[in-house]
């Protein structure tokens, strides 16, 4: 009777008959009776009572005795800190987190910290509240953060009266989210002018989150402010360490232009950023040792960059380019060759392919400018390359066409080439009317069909010139007379005859003078 009136009325010096009842009833196993007299004594609501009661062994057919008094207490009202924690933490591990929640909303748990903590792993938002009525504002502000409700947390902080450790607070929220982190530093830029980028940098780095620190520091330093300079440079060299493609798309944007140049120039060059690297050096001899990747750079973008070198820094960087790789570079040096000709100078760019064997460059190359050049020079040139190639018919062309280069020099270069097909010499001793010449070279050098070729097929006129000259050396009269025939009615007779009279053979002409009368077709 007297503990049914203590426990009602909550009268105070009944303790120690609450724990002599208590203990007697766990003596005697019963449990049941134990249960309800902790229940019903304040002082006995303790962990110490929990840790008895969890101990005791189960009976037949009777829930845990633990269980017991959770259950009787709920039913008669609500749980303190410790026996909330005894309760949560089975219903958390059989992830009946919707029980727990539903015993808060009806005030029968007792919020706190270490009930937020416990139910932090498996929901956010339920402990974000447990924490909100436990007055912890730390953890109230990283389950803010961590939910992405990043708006609602300097409201709260003033509200509260709290002043977080960002700092903190960011490597809090990195262990558990690195996104998430990464987030709230950046929407921290708006809120807090005079946070320490650099400190919340070294969070990010420091750990290796460099995607996270990356994004952070992309944002901060947007402004590009020459102060930033530094902070630059540490994100370019982290993402060239470990995302080169990233801090390509940094450079690429020309984003920043306080950065320490040589030093994210050498970081490009490791990483086979080539372009980057160029774009960063200023020494020649960076620039020549990285200008020989020339065939993995867009061949748009060299010729642009060549336009910002000199003309001494650009014949290096040309010369290097064939000797360090020529079959990879040939193509692109032609390219630049042609586009900075005017600058360079012909004659300049001619003696770098020369210099390096490479008939091929020096080809190609003038071909791009033969047919505008007026320098007789770089015309002989070319011809002499096409010779070295086998380019016949583009000799013939600019033999035919061209009207600058020096027909003297020209024949006598291609006399000493003694090409297969004569036809070019043909052609330039035809224009320059070096026919004598002519016939004697390939007479001497035994191209007698070449001598047909040019009177019956380049210029039958000439035929004159050319008997002149087969006499002069002595030609067998039946070939003359053969050829005469080949070019009936072509050729104008009286210089004909005028050339052979003064050679005293007009004997020779008689067959063709008969030949020419009966056809009636008389040249004079």
Not at 60 to 68: F, R
Not at 113 to 131: H, Q, R
Not at 228 to 249: C, F, I, K, M, Y
Not at 280 to 307: C, M, T
Request: net charge negative.
């Amino acid at each position: 009777m007297a503990l049914n009136l203590a426990s009602r009325s909550g009268l105070p010096g009944a303790e120690n008959l609450f724990n002599q009842q208590f203990n007697q009833s766990l003596s005697n196993g019963d449990y049941q009776s134990a249960v309800k007299i902790a229940a019903s004594s304040p002082n006995l609501r303790t962990p110490d009572t929990i840790s008895r009661l969890k101990n005791l062994p189960q009976q037949q057919g009777q829930p845990a005795p633990i269980l017991q008094y959770l259950v009787y207490l709920l039913d008669r009202g609500s749980l303190n800190k410790f026996e909330t924690l005894e309760l949560a933490r089975p219903l958390i591990q059989q992830q009946r987190i919707e029980t727990l929640e539903k015993y808060l909303k009806e005030d029968k748990l007792d919020y706190s910290e270490e009930l937020g903590d416990a139910i932090k792993p498996f929901n956010v938002t339920l402990s974000l509240a447990v924490y909100y009525k436990s007055n912890v504002p730390a953890k109230v502000v990283q389950c803010l953060a961590e939910l992405g409700e990043f708006d609602k947390i300097l409201p709260f902080c003033e509200k509260v009266g709290y002043n977080p450790n960002f700092t903190i607070l960011i490597q809090n929220i990195l262990r558990v989210n690195p996104d998430k982190a990464a987030e709230f530093a950046t929407s921290l830029l708006a809120t807090q002018p005079d946070i320490d980028i650099q400190q919340i940098a070294d969070i990010f780095l420091s750990q290796n989150y460099i995607q996270q620190g990356t994004a952070f520091l992309l944002d901060a330093l947007k402004e590009d402010k020459p102060a930033d300079g530094h902070l630059q440079t540490r994100l370019l060299e982290v993402n060239l360490l470990h995302a080169p493609q990233v801090a390509d798309a940094i450079l690429g944007n020309s984003m920043f232009s306080h950065f320490d140049k040589p030093v994210i120039a050498a970081l490009c060059e490791k990483a086979g950023l080539f372009q980057r690297a160029l774009e960063q050096y200023e020494d020649i001899k960076d620039i020549k040792r990285v200008i020989v990747h020339a065939g993995n750079l867009p061949v748009d973008w060299l010729i642009s960059y060549f336009g910002k070198l000199n003309v001494e820094q650009t014949v290096a960087c040309l010369r290097e380019m064939l000797s360090s790789n020529m079959a990879q570079n040939l193509q692109v040096v032609i390219q630049l060759a042609t586009k900075y000709s005017d600058l360079i100078g012909p004659i300049t760019l001619i003696k770098i392919f020369e210099d390096f064997k490479c008939v091929e460059g020096e080809y190609y190359y003038l071909a791009s400018i033969v047919n505008v050049t007026q320098d007789s020079e770089v015309v002989l040139k070319y011809i002499q390359a096409a010779a070295s190639l086998g380019q016949v018919k583009e000799i013939e062309r600019i033999a035919r066409d061209n009207n600058v280069y020096n027909g003297e020099k020209v024949k006598n270069f291609l006399k000493e080439a003694k090409l297969d097909d004569q036809l070019p010499l043909i052609v330039v001793c035809d224009r320059y009317n070096f026919v004598h010449d002519l016939v004697l070279y390939l007479y001497k050098n035994q191209y007698f069909k070449f001598i047909e070729v040019y009177v019956q097929q380049v210029n039958p006129s000439k035929t004159p010139q050319v008997v002149a000259a087969l006499l002069d050396v002595d030609c067998d009269e039946n070939i003359i007379k053969s050829l005469l025939q080949s070019v009936l009615g072509q050729v104008p007779i009286g210089e004909l005859c005028e050339e052979v009279e003064k050679r005293n053979r007009l004997k020779i002409l008689l067959p063709f003078l008969e030949a020419t009368l009966n056809s009636e077709e008389i040249h004079i």
